[in-house]
């Protein structure tokens, strides 16, 4: 099977520290859980009245976090080595996306990374990303843990799987990647 990845909450739970960063640079004592959603949703600076101009604050202060509180999902390691390709699309910086891949002994697994902004492509959910690594690697499942993940696969035909967040766009969801199938998986066969 050839997967299109998300990094931040599909493959590493990092959503704790994003929103502690969130928190930290808000400047303000807001509830860890009422951040998340919007956090994972891109509305939490206008929710939350931060300045957009406080994104380059945030990723440097996310990257404060010690790369052992940014754990693997459990059994996400199982899968890549499963598949017969795996690429991965993610918002995070490049050179943070190789330390963590790198700590976490990942870089191997992945054909190809793509940090759209760092690498000349439109942000999530535009599709652009995805339809050239569907002309590369023709990309049978796309994994993520947010609608903007799994939107441009729906776009293009690609079949999606949402992690620990079902939503409209996922022909498929799990909870936990023990439950995931790897021979021939097909939407719905869970």
Not at 22 to 45: C, D, Q, W
Not at 112 to 117: F, G, K, N, R
Not at 166 to 186: G, H, M, R, V
Request: include cysteine; charged fraction near 25%; aromatic fraction near 12%.
């Amino acid at each position: 099977m050839n997967v299109l990845w998300d990094l931040d909450g599909t493959i590493l739970d990092t959503w704790p520290t994003l929103v502690q960063a969130f928190i930290r640079i808000s400047g303000k004592e807001l509830n860890p859980h009422e951040v998340l959603m919007p956090l994972k949703n891109g509305t939490a600076y206008q929710k939350f009245n931060v300045s957009p101009d406080k994104i380059a604050d945030f990723r440097q202060m996310e990257a404060t976090f010690k790369h052992d509180e940014k754990p693997l999902f459990p059994y996400v390691r199982e899968i890549l080595e499963q598949n017969n390709v795996n690429v991965l699309v993610t918002h995070r910086n490049r050179q943070s996306t190789e330390e963590l891949l790198e700590y976490w002994k990942l870089t191997s697994h992945f054909e190809e990374v793509i940090c759209p902004e760092f690498d000349g492509f439109s942000l999530k959910p535009h599709p652009e990303s995805y339809e050239y690594l569907h002309r590369r690697y023709h990309i049978d499942l796309a994994i993520g843990d947010q609608d903007t993940d799994l939107m441009p696969a729906r776009q293009i035909g690609i079949s999606t799987c949402a992690f620990r967040n079902p939503n409209p766009y996922a022909d498929f969801a799990i909870d936990c990647y023990s439950k995931f199938e790897f021979e021939n998986k097909k939407p719905g066969t869970l």
